[in-house]
């Protein structure tokens, strides 16, 4: 069991201590969009995840979205794996999922793996790699991605994927907390990545702030 600031702390620690050590500005220590895809890609795959799309944009419900990458699985396997996990791969690179081509075709008739699409979980993330200051722009579009997936998808997740730098941003500005804490509760889920793959997921705001939690393979 480790303490939620205590995690972050080691999640961080390489990247801080190189901005120290080389004179590296702030900016210079953040993933881009395209590494936290990889991880998203890995986190998902580490979860069963068995097939993709990027940059898929949803149109069903009220309000049309794009995700920059979508996984599907089974939905006999319930839950996300909890807290951290190292990444196999460390010189990994998004390649654009030849399956892709197959999947609109397959969720035509019989949905991503020929089966009642009752029985498929979709999970769908999107990337702000930095949260630094409360932008309502981005988080009224966060809102609206996530009321209407609860209205017009069913078995879908929101995972919303962020630099685990942004960690100490998520927990101690009122304004973003609150509005994490809010969207959390309606069933938005957070996920902390760093430059390894290392990451930290959480379905619940309070497991963030205050609950010690499992830790594997730090």
């Known amino acids: 069991m480790m303490s939620v600031r205590s995690l972050f702390l080691?999640?961080?620690?390489?990247?801080?201590?190189?901005?120290?050590s080389d004179n590296l500005g702030r900016n210079d220590l953040w993933l881009?969009?395209?590494?936290?895809?990889?991880?998203?890609?890995?986190?998902?795959?580490?979860?069963?995840?068995?097939?993709?799309?990027?940059?898929?944009?949803f149109k069903q419900g009220?309000?049309?979205?794009?995700?920059?990458?979508?996984?599907?699985?089974?939905?006999?396997?319930?839950h996300l794996n909890e807290t951290l996990s190292q990444g196999q791969e460390k010189d990994y690179s998004i390649v654009q999922n030849q399956e892709g081509e197959l999947i609109e075709g397959e969720q035509k008739s019989s949905g991503v793996f020929e089966m009642d699409t009752s029985k498929i979980t979709t999970t769908v993330c999107i990337i702000n790699p930095k949260i630094q200051d409360y932008d309502l722009g981005f988080f009224g579009h966060i809102e609206s991605i996530l009321y209407d997936i609860i209205d017009s998808y069913e078995n879908t997740n929101l995972i919303l994927?962020?630099?685990?730098?942004?960690?100490?941003?998520a927990t101690t500005k009122e304004e973003i907390s609150v509005t994490l804490e809010n969207l959390m509760e309606e069933g938005m889920h957070l996920l902390f990545m760093n430059e390894k793959s290392d990451y930290a997921f959480f379905e619940k705001y309070d497991d963030i702030v205050k609950k010690p939690i499992n830790v594997y393979g730090v």
């Open 62 to 78: 009220g309000f049309q979205f794009t995700s920059p990458i979508v996984g599907y699985r089974n939905s006999s396997q319930d």
């Open 10 to 20: 080691r999640l961080n620690h390489d990247r801080t201590s190189k901005k120290a």
């Open 32 to 57: 881009t969009e395209g590494q936290l895809m990889g991880g998203s890609e890995k986190f998902l795959k580490l979860n069963g995840y068995q097939k993709f799309e990027f940059n898929r944009t």
């Open 161 to 169: 994927v962020t630099d685990s730098l942004s960690y100490l941003s």
